[in-house]
């Protein structure tokens, strides 16, 4: 039986469309975990996004920011009928209870048409907990098994954090119609990869590239 929560985001279209018609399963304003909640921007196509942690965040935006990236889905739910099959299966407890959706971090699909999950975890040392464990094998099973799509965990202790900051720094200006002067319009320039920057090893030092692009910058302006 569906309980009035999950009615209600059925009925609100919940985990439903892409792109910027997309609705994710959970918000951030429905949580507990508040501090760690961040709603970005999605510059390619002007939706709110929901993050839920920190890592979530992290991973976001180097998806968003690779180019064989065409949509990204956070907080995809899973059908409950089959999620409360594979735990009974396995005899394993459904996480939450028998009435709560499981969800994915991640649902990506490419440009080629590929499709892949994503669940983000801090480090790999929540795999030596026996729930957690249990929880991503019944995740795992129902994208490989049920959807036959290929399903991965990520670890934010592993990902290139340098790169996440720099993306986000220079992405605020993704639309032409933001930028107000030379720094807006270098970080537009980055950001829509007209300029191509070391995005990865370091925090982008602004001074020092608004003197090794003043021409660039110089050409731009005058258009």
């Known amino acids: 039986m569906l ?4 009615v209600y985001k059925l009925e609100e279209g919940r985990g439903k469309g892409h792109g910027a018609e997309y609705k994710p399963w959970i918000e951030t304003r429905e949580v507990s975990s508040i501090g760690t909640c961040s709603n970005p921007i999605d510059w390619k196509t002007g939706r709110t996004v929901e993050l839920l942690s920190q890592g979530e965040s992290i991973f976001w935006h180097i998806l968003r920011w690779d180019d064989t990236v065409d949509d990204i889905r956070e907080q995809y739910p899973l059908d409950i009928e089959t999620t409360l099959k594979i735990c009974d299966d ?16 991640f649902y990506v699909t490419y440009k080629d048409g590929t499709e892949k999950i994503f669940s983000v975890k801090n480090s790999r040392n929540v795999l030596k907990k026996k729930r957690t464990k249990e929880k991503l094998s019944v995740e795992a099973c ?11 965990v990520v670890f934010k202790d592993e990902m290139n954090q340098i790169l996440a900051e720099n993306i986000r ?12 002067d ?3 319009l270098l970080k537009h ?4 990869k007209q300029i191509k920057v070391d995005m990865e090893t370091q925090l982008l030092d602004i001074p020092v590239l ?7 910058l110089m050409s731009f302006n005058n258009h």
Do not use: Q
């Not at 608004?210 to 660039?216: K, P, Q």
């Open 210 to 216: 608004l003197e090794t692009y003043a021409n660039t």
């Open 169 to 180: 720094f220079v992405c605020v200006y993704y639309d032409r119609s933001r930028v107000f």
């Open 3 to 6: 309980t009035k929560t999950n």
């Open 189 to 192: 320039l980055i950001a829509t």
């Open 142 to 152: 129902y994208w490989k098994k049920y959807r036959n799509i290929d399903y991965e």
């Open 90 to 105: 396995f005899n394993i407890k459904h996480p939450h209870d028998r009435k709560t959706y499981m969800t994915s971090d």
């Open 182 to 184: 030379k720094v807006s």
